[in-house]
């Protein structure tokens, strides 16, 4: 039988396989000694142990789309990061990183400031602008006031959407805005597997509409930007782009060399210089962890 795996939790998957339900399945052993680890939306073949009972054993992960390490998924389509407007304060280097990590994977990205009722008009346009040149679509949102509510469920519609960000920015306030039946399907599959009601501790996947899925993360406080050589971190700040063979050096990484094109348009305020100063540091920092 085949399903889909919506929650990982101490060790069992729960699989979700349509009308026939729920299932709490292991791994087979096949997976651990080959270092492989079922991720949250990965789409498996399960052997049936007990109809009954629900149970079975996760005996093959079929061919993966994409996965990411934080958040631990597979198989998505886009990424909606939540940040706060306010309270907690964003933290851009952070989204940044996360930014960068989903470029890696060519999974595009929505941009949520949330809480935006906590900010004047023009300091959330001004919030908004640091980030308008890095490719990715920004929304701010309010539960509260319902701004852009209304956008961010039609960017949702037909795709399954890692829903991430730090804690405390209100990530399952906007879940529950946007699909209020998401709420009563979650308790659903809750009840199913025996567990308490949604809390989210883990990564779960939820079908909250037709063909829509919404992978809802643990919050993050920090992310590792692996697998990139300081020397193409340049290439996942879009806001770069633009200037590329435009400075006197081939191969300029926009830091220290003289007469660089990047640095120019960031002096005349045609890139943000939150972000350069963000590059820079990720710059610096891999360039650091590549001597040791």
Do not use: W
Not at 144 to 164: S, Y
């Amino acid at each position: 039988m085949r399903g889909k795996i919506i929650k990982g939790i101490a060790g069992f998957y729960y699989v979700h396989t349509g009308d026939s339900g729920v299932y709490e399945c292991n791994a087979k052993g096949v997976f651990r000694n080959n270092s492989i680890k079922p991720l949250v939306g990965d789409d498996v073949e399960i052997d049936i142990i007990n109809g009954a009972e629900h149970t079975g054993n996760v005996s093959r992960i079929l061919p993966r789309k994409n996965e990411l390490i934080r958040p631990a998924v597979a198989n998505i389509e886009q990424a909606l990061v939540v940040f706060a407007s306010l309270s907690p304060e964003p933290n851009f280097n952070l989204l940044s990183r996360f930014l960068v990590t989903m470029g890696q994977n060519g999974i595009d990205t929505v941009i949520c400031f949330n809480k935006s009722d906590q900010l004047e008009a023009d300091k959330a346009a001004e919030l908004a602008g640091i980030f308008a040149g890095c490719g990715s679509r920004v929304i701010t949102a309010s539960v509260l006031t319902g701004e852009g509510i209304d956008g961010i469920r039609e960017m949702l519609l037909g795709k399954t959407t890692a829903l991430a960000g730090p804690s405390g920015v209100g990530k399952s306030s906007i879940l529950n805005a946007i699909f209020p039946e998401a709420n009563s399907r979650i308790g659903e599959i809750s009840a199913k597997i025996n567990r308490g009601r949604h809390t989210t501790r883990h990564t779960e996947i939820f079908n909250v509409a037709k063909d829509t899925y919404i992978m809802d993360t643990p919050g993050f406080t920090s992310l590792e930007c692996t697998g990139i050589e300081a020397q193409e971190l340049r290439m996942y700040f879009d806001e770069f782009l633009p200037y590329e063979g435009k400075c006197r050096y081939n191969g300029c990484v926009h830091v220290k060399e003289p007469d660089c094109a990047v640095k120019k348009a960031v002096d005349n305020g045609e890139i943000n210089r939150i972000r350069y100063d963000i590059y820079v540091g990720l710059y610096n920092e891999m360039k650091i962890r590549r001597k040791y």
